[in-house]
């Protein structure tokens, strides 16, 4: 049986401004390291490929509207009707 995640992209990242909405299907509980992945491949950039830790600074990770801090965190699954944002600041002040 398949699964839905909703994905929610916003934001400037790589000098690129993206503005993206869509369901990535899954079979199973995923790991997020793996969502990243999925995300790459389907947008067709390299968006999460470089990092390995912590996200860059400006970078705002929300599953189900709690935030996450470290890439890397392995227990940190998505299951059927999670919903991820990937958010980036435009400005400061």
Known sequence: MSHEIEVNIR?????KFLKESFSLEIQ?????AEIFR???KKLKIK????VKDEFPAGWVILLNGDRI?????STTVLKHQDQL???????GG
């Open 11 to 15: 934001g400037i990242f790589a000098q």
């Open 28 to 32: 199973k509980e995923t790991p997020l």
């Open 38 to 40: 999925l995300i790459d």
């Open 47 to 50: 968006l999460f490929a470089k």
């Open 69 to 73: 801090n470290y890439f890397s965190d």
């Open 85 to 91: 944002s990937v958010l980036s600041a435009l400005g």
